[in-house]
């Protein structure tokens, strides 16, 4: 049975959240190979393209830039997020007591 039809808003957010969630993996490679030796590190580009061709293989494209790491790496905020901090009327714990999932 096929599924539900979605907006394309819906299609933006849930490419949004993918697109996060290989940031997040991304990030956290980055911390794992900083463990290691200086001589055996994997340099940005590298960790965003394996995780990037990771994504590919499970039919999930994301794009992975080695600069919006370095960004995010440095506490650096999504524009989502950003937005959500100065335009919301509620923060996200009120919002969260308001409607719950």
């Not at 808003?9 to 996060?20: L, V």
């Not at 960004?71 to 650096?76: A, F, I, P, Q, T």
Request: proline share 5%; aromatic share 4%.
């Amino acid at each position: 049975m096929p599924g539900i039809a979605r907006s394309i808003a819906k299609k933006k957010q849930m490419a949004r959240a993918e697109q996060e969630k290989a940031y997040a993996e991304a990030m956290k490679e980055y911390h794992d190979e900083q463990k290691k030796p200086e001589s055996e590190r994997k340099s940005r580009k590298a960790i965003c393209r394996d995780v990037a061709e990771k994504w590919k293989a499970m039919r999930k494209p994301v794009t992975v830039s080695a600069d919006t790491l370095r960004r995010r790496l440095e506490g650096g905020r999504t524009c989502g997020q950003f937005n959500t901090e100065q335009n919301a009327w509620l923060s996200p714990e009120e919002e969260e007591s308001v409607v719950p999932k």
